[in-house]
C-alpha cells in the first residue's frame, strides 16, 4: 500500500477536559503511558492483575498456554458468567439499584433491578434445566433488543449452556443455516419485535427455519400464540413452577461462553467461538478503561444484541460493573428523527454508545432535531463499527457533546471480543477520525505484505502481535479456517510467536495513533454491519435466473457503504430486467436479510476476469466508486466486459 500524503492529516487535538480528567480513573497522560509502558513489557502479568478483578471460584495456574494459532487463559481456574455480572453484586448497594431500562418503539416501558434480574436469570436457567438442557448445550437466541433476550443470555451462562445468538433481522434461511452449523437443540425466541412500526413475526421465522433443523428438540417463545407445534412452550408458562434460586454453574475458564458467526470473505458465516474467563476479563477490564463508569452513570449502547458489541458492551461489561444499562426495541428514529435524542434526555443518559452511521444520519436530518432536547446529562460519547469521518466526528462533538464530552472512537471485531484500540478518555487526546492507541496490554502494528513494520504514515495490514485474552479460540467445527484466515498471514518466526491478521488497512501517524482505513478483504461494512460479499454473490447464484454474481462496496456519504451486484443471467425470453432486480433485491432478503440487499443490480452478458478465472473485483470497485479503470488490466481476459459495466450515460 502506498504511503498517505502528509497533506491528508489531522491536525486538530483535543485534550481531555480538566473537569472530566479530574473525576477519571486514569486521569492523565503520564499515568497512562506508565501504566502503559509496564503491561507492554510484560503483558501476561499485566492480565494476570486484571483477571483478579473478576470472580472465580477456584484461581488458575496458567496466565497463558500458547500454540500456535491456539490460546488458553487461565486455563485452571474456575468461574462462571453470570454470576459476575449479577451475584457479585450480592450485599452491595448495585442489588437494588436499576439494572435495565427498556423501552420500545411504541413507548412500552419496563425497568428492572439487578434483584430482579438475577432472579428471572434463575428462573428461566431452572426452567432450561427442566427442559433437559445440561451443560455444554448450544441454545441459540433470536429475539429483539429486550429484557427477554439478556436473560436468555445469563441464564445460558448460569448453567454453562453455550448461547448463540442470530440477530432478529436475519432471515429464516440465514437463522436456518446458524442453528445447524451450531448444532443447537434448543432456540429461544419471542412471537414478533417492532421496528418502523412494523410487528417483525420471529416466531414465524423460527417455524419456518427448524423444519430444516434435526437437532432442534424445543422452542422457548415469549409471548407465544396460538402454538401448535409441540415444540414449542410459552416463556411465561414454563417459568410460572420454577424456583428462583440456580446455582451458577462452576465452569472451567475454557468453557465456551458463546458462538457468533460473523461474515468472512467465503460464502459461509464463521461460528467464532468464545470462552469464559479470558473474555470475561478483557471486557471488564477494557470497560473501565474506556467508558470510566460511575455508579451513578445511565449507559446507553445502541447495537442490537446480535452483535458482537451487543454481548460485550450491552451485558457483559457493564453489567459487571453494576452499570444501569438503557435498551430500545426499534429504530432510532421511530417514530420521529428525535427518538435517539428523547430516548437520552428522558432517562437522563451519561454515556451514548454508537455507530458513525447512526451518527451520519441523525446529522442528516439537522441540528433542530437534536438541539430540540436537552443533552446535557451525557459525559461521554463513543463510536464503534466502521471508521468515523472527521466531519461526523465534528457534529457528534460539537452539536451531541457540546464541545464538552470526550469522544471514544473504539477499534476491535467480533474475533477480537472486547476493545483493542481506542482512547482512555482521561487522558489520552483524540484526534477526528483516529481511534487512536491501543489499550495498554494489548500490542498492535501495521505490517507490510513481508511482516516488517510500516514506517509513520505508510499504509499496511492491522495486526495484533501478542495474543490477548478475549481472543475467539476457533471457528467452531472449522479450526483450519480459523487458522487460514488469521494466522497463516503471519506465521511464527524467529522474531515473533504468530501474528493475528485483523483483516483491515490502517497507517500509524507521528504520535503512534492508528487510522483504519477498512477492510482488505472482501469484507463490507454496510451501515456498520459486516457483511461479505461472497455471501451475498452465492445468494444471487442461487436465483434460478442469475449465472454469475460479483457484488462489489461504492462508498456512501451515510452508510459508509453500499453493495452493488454485477450479475450475467441466464438468457430467458422477454426477461424485465427492472422486475428481475427486484425480484433479485427481494430472493436476497430472503437467503440473508434485508440488510444485505443490493442498493443497485446491473445486468452483463459477462464478467471481467483474470486468466486465471478469477473475478477481478478490484476493477468492478472503481468503475462503481469513479466509473473509470486506471492500473493494470493486461492480467484481464475480456476488457470488452468492461464496457458493458458502465452505468448508462445520463
Ligand atoms: C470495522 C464490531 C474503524 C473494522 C465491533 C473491523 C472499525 C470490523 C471500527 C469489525 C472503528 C470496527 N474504526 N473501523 N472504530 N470498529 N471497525 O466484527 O473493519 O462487526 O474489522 O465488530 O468493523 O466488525 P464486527
Redesign the pocket.
Known sequence: MESISSLLQEHRIFNPSKEFSQNANIGSMESYASMRQIANLDPLTHWNEQANKIHWFSKWETILDWKYPHAQWFKEGYTNAAFNCLDIHKNTPTMQKTALLWEREDGLRQSLTYEELHSKVCLLANALKSIGIVKGNVITIYMGMNPEAIIAMLACARIGAVHNVVFGGFSSDALRDRINDSSSVCIITQNATLRRGASIPLLTSVEQAVKECPTVQSIICKDAINIESPLIQDWDTILLNQNDICEAEHLESEHPLFFLY?SGSTGKPKGLVHTTGGYLTHVRYSFEMVFDPKPNDIYFCSADIG???GHSYVVYGPLMHGMTILIYEGALNHPHPGRIWELIASYGATILYTAPTAIRSFMGVGNHIPEQYALDSLRLLG??????NPEAWMWYHEVIGKSRCPIV???????TGGIM??PVPGAVPTKPGT?TLPLPGILADVIKKNGESCQENEGGYLTITYPWPGMARTIFGDGERYKSVYWSEFPPNELHQGMYF???GARKDEDGYFW?M??VDD?V?VS???LGTAEIESALVSHPAIAEAAVVARPDEIKGNVLIAFVTVIQQKDMDLSTLENELKQHVAKEIGALAKPEEIRFTSSLPKTRSGKIMRRLLRELVSHGTISGDTTTLEDFSALEQLRPDEE
Do not use: Y
Open positions: 460473523t452483535w458482537i458489541t463510536t464503534v463499527g466502521e471508521p468515523i472512537d473504539t477499534w476491535w471485531q467480533t474475533e484500540i481506542a481511534a485483523t483483516g483491515d483504519i477498512g477492510r469484507v461494512n456498520g454491519h459486516r
